[in-house]
């Protein structure tokens, strides 16, 4: 993380925009702030400051915009970007109030960082571009394993059974080769625990549902990520997660459309990630 104390961000200021440096006089349109950070978390990182002019000149916000910037700003992060990957904060320059957003460039784990209509963008010559598809596409060389971790409790909640058809056809969508594994399905003689961690060790991909917030999930979740696995979070809409697991990215439906939805990219991504390794 770069030094966000009142000489720090002075410092940046003095040196100008630059491809990972952006100045605004104030908080514009949500969507033009979102290419932002999903350009800098894929490409290298960078700062948006405001309360500069592009010239360089510190403004400064008025104290009621800088509480409004700070709470919009967290906001529109926390729906794009795990907590770990950005540091939000104000200091005082000169006796005027600016406001900081730091991106950190984000894991190939969890990328590429997609804004709300979907699109991929990047930073080229200090300018947000979108990534067409051709340029993220991967042609696919293997089979990957995807180990799917949720509630059985289906007599409780039938809907858990939409769930999982929805996440099968958001492996037709994909037409990728993923093969998605649920440790119920599988056929024989054995002790299930065991099981459960052998399938883990052999998987590529750990696909964790926290709908009905299933203690079987947060043990196999823990197991994955001692495994050092890829993961992808999931969970229905006003689900409570536990504080060792909200921190990281999670992708929240409301029903099982939106569920195929947001996982068929989710799946592009970590199938890219696993076939790049």
Known sequence: MINTSTEGIRELIKQGEGPNVEFKTR???ERLIARHLSAFANSGGG????????KGEIL???????????????????SLLPIFV?????????????????VEEAPDSIKPIRV???????????????????ETAVKPSRSVRVFVAMSFREEEEPALVDYFEAMKRAVLA?????????????????????????????????LADFTLSPSNVYFELGYARGCKKRIIQIARKATHL???????????????????KGLESALNDAYAEIVRR
């Not at 700062?47 to 592009?54: D, E, K, L, M």
């Not at 979907?118 to 947000?128: K, Y």
């Not at 697991?245 to 409301?254: D, K, L, M, P, Q």
């Open 242 to 260: 536990e504080f060792d697991v909200r921190n990281w990215r999670t992708i929240f439906y409301r029903n099982a459309t939106e569920l195929e």
């Open 86 to 102: 950005y540091k939000l904060g104000a200091v005082p320059i000169d006796g005027k109030p600016i406001v900081y957003l730091h």
């Open 47 to 54: 700062t948006i400051i405001f309360g500069v002019s592009g």
């Open 116 to 134: 709300a209509t979907g699109d991929t963008l990047t930073m080229r010559d200090g300018v947000a571009i979108e990534v067409t598809q051709a």
């Open 27 to 29: 908080f514009t349109a």
């Open 174 to 206: 994909t037409k990728l080769p993923i093969v998605l594994i649920r440790i119920d399905l599988v056929d024989g003689d054995y002790e299930i625990s065991q099981k459960i961690m052998d399938e883990i060790d052999k998987a590529d991909v750990v």
């Open 60 to 78: 400064g916000l008025p104290r009621e915009e800088e509480t409004v910037t700070l709470g919009r700003l967290k906001r529109l992060a926390e």
